[in-house]
């Protein structure tokens, strides 16, 4: 049973420290961004594929050329684990545990707090694909079968449901939900 809980983060608020820059720490940049371009990285690593430098150029990335080192952790609020090795991921893991924040570690479900999931993305419209950790390549598969499945249009539809709902302010939360719910069941 997949029991995580979904939640969309507001990455601007937040500070993101992404500790590797291979390739797996370039799927981690890539997606973050891809998903929220105002997102706040830092990101370490002694060394730094040139593609993570060019997605430096158009969004709010902090690269520090360096080996990972305690005195990094507190760099970020959310922390993803992205180097390749797997001894210095566990060591990772359990330094930011002790300090409370929120870790990834890629590849390694049992020392991930939250996973990344495949993002759809259709203008206002997101929808996060999670298979609890165990294929994320199934996810991938699924973010692209719905992207092509979801019409462009659909963020019309968002922005008009949008200002309906901003002409109901005088009705009372069940009216609301009665209303926009009539107006919606016939949509799919």
């Known amino acids: 049973m997949n029991t995580l809980y979904p ?3 507001k990455p601007e608020n937040l500070s993101f420290l992404i500790i590797g820059g291979g390739n797996v720490g370039l799927e981690k940049v890539t997606n973050l961004f891809r998903s929220s371009p105002n997102a706040k990285v830092r990101l ?3 060394e730094v594929l040139p593609e993570i430098y060019t997605f430096a150029e158009d969004f709010e990335i902090e690269i520090i050329r360096d080996s990972f080192h305690e005195k990094y952790i507190r760099l970020g609020e959310i922390v993803i684990v992205a180097t390749d ?3 210095l991921n566990i060591n990772i893991h ?3 545990k002790k300090i409370g924040c929120i870790v990834n570690v890629a590849d390694m479900p049992d020392f991930c707090d ?3 999931g495949s993002i759809v993305v259709k203008g206002d419209l997101k929808i996060a694909i999670s298979t609890n950790g165990k294929s994320p390549t199934l996810a991938k598969r699924m973010r692209e079968w719905l992207t092509d499945l979801l019409p462009d ?3 019309v539809l968002v922005q008009n449901l949008h200002t309906y709902r901003n002409t109901l302010f005088r009705d009372s939360f069940e009216e609301k939900v009665q209303k926009l719910n009539k107006l919606t069941q016939s949509f799919f």
Request: no cysteine; glycine share 0%.
């Open 7 to 9: 939640v969309f983060l």
């Open 44 to 46: 370490i690593s002694k």
């Open 85 to 87: 090795n797997r001894l």
């Open 94 to 96: 359990r330094k930011v």
């Open 114 to 116: 939250f996973y990344m």
């Open 153 to 155: 249009e659909i963020d």
